[in-house]
Antibody, heavy 120, light 107 residues
Framework: QVQVIQSGSELKEPGTSVKVSCKAS????????VVWVRQAPGQGLEWMGW????????TYAQGFTRRFVFSLDTSVSTAYLQINSLKTEDTAMYYC?????????????WGQGTLVTVSS | EIVLTQSPGTLSLPPGERATLSCRASQRVSSSYLAWYQQKPGQAPRLLIYGASSRATGIPDRFSGSGSGTDFTLAISRLEPEDSAVYYCQQYGDSPTFGQGTKVEIK
């Protein structure tokens, strides 16, 4: 069965970096796009962008083009989200999710989320 | 960017009733690329409906989606206490976006 497992919670100081991992299993990793979604405390879901797991090409939504980096290690079926120069407003739950079949598809399997807290 | 506006913000209903949630798009949603997700407190979202009206695997038939173009609806019949959650619509066309969510309370 498909599983998406994310790394654990992180507490970071402003100005540092964090790298969140998202390990997939139960399917061929390179056949489904991985999407990243942010949820600030008490807020709704925000689309951050995606990474094509076949080509490795990332696409970032507006507002996530500078300090956010999507990457892959296909040898271990894992996607990564790195956030550089952390700010307190980056405090949020970060989800990765698998996009379903087809060119345009919903998010059919989600990781459990990784809470990133930025505080001095 | 397509803006999705969900209403109402909060819906409080007793068990056994029917809930109707609305999602209105600022532009036409291509090919009904419209999904609904359920998020319970402390949990990740779960896909309920895709293609505006198709239920995802394992979703009970109490959940139904309808609509096209710019107006979409999620209906939940025979409400159960476990249906308490926030429900989000999402369009997954060229530049995907989420609605702001509707909180459903079962009282």
């Amino acid at each position: 069965q498909v599983q998406v497992i994310q790394s654990g919670s992180e507490l970071k100081e402003p100005g540092t970096s964090v790298k969140v991992s998202c390990k997939a299993s139960g399917y061929t990793f390179t056949t489904h796009t991985v999407v990243w979604v942010r949820q600030a405390p008490g807020q709704g879901l925000e689309w951050m962008g995606w990474i094509n797991t076949h080509t490795g090409i990332p696409t970032y939504a507006q507002g996530f083009t500078r300090r956010f980096v999507f990457s892959l290690d296909t040898s271990v079926s894992t996607a990564y989200l790195q956030i550089n120069s952390l700010k307190t407003e980056d405090t949020a739950m970060y989800y990765c999710a698998r996009e379903g079949d087809g060119d345009f598809a919903p998010l059919d399997h989600w990781g459990q989320g990784t809470l990133v807290t930025v505080s001095s | 960017e397509i803006v999705l506006t969900q209403s109402p913000g909060t819906l409080s209903l007793p068990p056994g009733e029917r809930a109707t949630l609305s999602c209105r798009a600022s532009q036409r949603v291509s090919s009904s690329y419209l999904a609904w997700y359920q998020q319970k407190p402390g949990q990740a979202p779960r896909l309920l409906i895709y293609g505006a009206s198709s239920r995802a695997t394992g979703i009970p038939d109490r959940f139904s989606g309808s609509g096209s173009g710019t107006d979409f609806t999620l209906a939940i019949s025979r409400l159960e206490p476990e249906d308490s959650a926030v429900y989000y619509c999402q369009q997954y066309g060229d530049s995907p976006t989420f609605g702001q969510g509707t909180k459903v309370e079962i009282k």
